[in-house]
């Protein structure tokens, strides 16, 4: 779905945008499949480690996954992206209603960031001490790549898998800000806006419900708040798209091409040569560690 003019003039001067209404309900459906088999494969795992005394399989999307973790807190390892490399995942990293609106912010020669994550934040009270992983603190996304990507226009694209409210832990922004470019950041527990460079400017709650998208840019500090249900999870989806031939900020793990109108042989189609570029980043970067963040 292209952007309205009015919409791309409020991500250009803001540096966000709410857009409800991107995807449909069968766009998400093979993906949530994905996921649901992948949770159901590690919970069988560890209910024959003894971890869990159920598997929790008729508990709906929904909260199935706070169930599971209240009992097993490692039950989201391995369920991101590049770890699970799920075909269904793979296609919707080129979903053309996704595209179609990416393509009013950067034109139409575009790149899949390889920083891309699959997040489940079950409810905070379930949470074993603070949770840095879940209630990511105050940060740009140009925190998380090399110097090398400020001058790409990368555009993060925050998806929810379950309508995002406030009570379930949606993102919060400071809008207005991003012109400022990159923040001083240190580590703190997780990757962090240093407090003195902190922008003074009232945080904008993003509630968005499933399928609407949050289009951010790299500069626009954000953070996200504690999920407050019982059970709910918020489950979302944070994808990023840049310009093709500008540095990702992550060099050594791969980008690919999933729209271009110069050169449409060059868009990868191949899950299984998607799965290999990721192998092979793994196993490089076991060799040959590299550090993500840049401090
Ligand atoms: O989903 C969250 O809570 C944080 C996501 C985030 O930082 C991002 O999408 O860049
Ligand atoms: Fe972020």
Not at 3 to 22: H, I, P
Not at 136 to 145: A, E, F, I, K, L
Not at 161 to 167: H, M
């Amino acid at each position: 779905m292209a952007l309205t003019e009015e919409q791309v003039a409020e991500f250009d001067e803001r540096g966000v945008v709410v857009v409800e209404d991107v995807l449909k309900d069968s766009d998400f459906e093979p993906v949530i499949d994905s996921v649901t088999d992948f949770l159901s494969e590690r919970a069988r795992a560890h209910q024959v480690e003894g971890n869990l005394t159920d598997l929790f399989e008729e508990e709906p999307f929904i909260s199935r996954y706070a169930r599971l973790y209240e009992q097993c807190k490692d039950i989201g390892r391995g369920i991101d992206i590049m770890q699970m490399r799920a075909r269904a995942m793979f296609e919707f990293l080129s979903n053309e209603r996704l595209l179609d609106a990416v393509e009013t912010l950067i034109g139409p020669e575009i790149t899949c960031s390889p920083i891309q994550h699959i997040r489940a934040k079950p409810p905070s009270r379930l949470a074993d001490g603070p949770d840095y992983h879940h209630n990511v603190p105050w940060h740009q996304d140009s925190g998380v790549t090399w110097e090398e990507a400020d001058k790409s226009k990368i555009i993060t694209c925050w998806i929810p898998l379950i309508d995002a409210t406030v009570e379930r832990g949606c993102m919060h922004v400071m809008p207005d800000v991003f012109q400022a470019g990159h923040l001083e950041h240190h580590s703190d527990g997780a990757t962090t806006i240093k407090p003195e460079f902190l922008p003074q400017v009232t945080p904008l709650p993003l509630e968005v419900r499933k399928g609407g998208v949050v289009f951010l840019n790299q500069f626009t500090p954000h953070h996200s708040t504690s999920n407050l249900t019982e059970w709910d999870v918020r489950w979302s989806l944070d994808i990023r798209y840049q310009p093709s031939g500008t540095p990702t900020g992550r060099p050594f793990h791969p980008a690919f091409c999933v729209r271009s109108k110069a050169d449409p042989g060059s868009v990868l189609t191949d899950h299984q040569a998607w799965c290999d570029l990721w192998t092979d980043a793994f196993e490089e970067n076991a060799r040959n560690p590299q550090q993500a963040h840049r401090v």
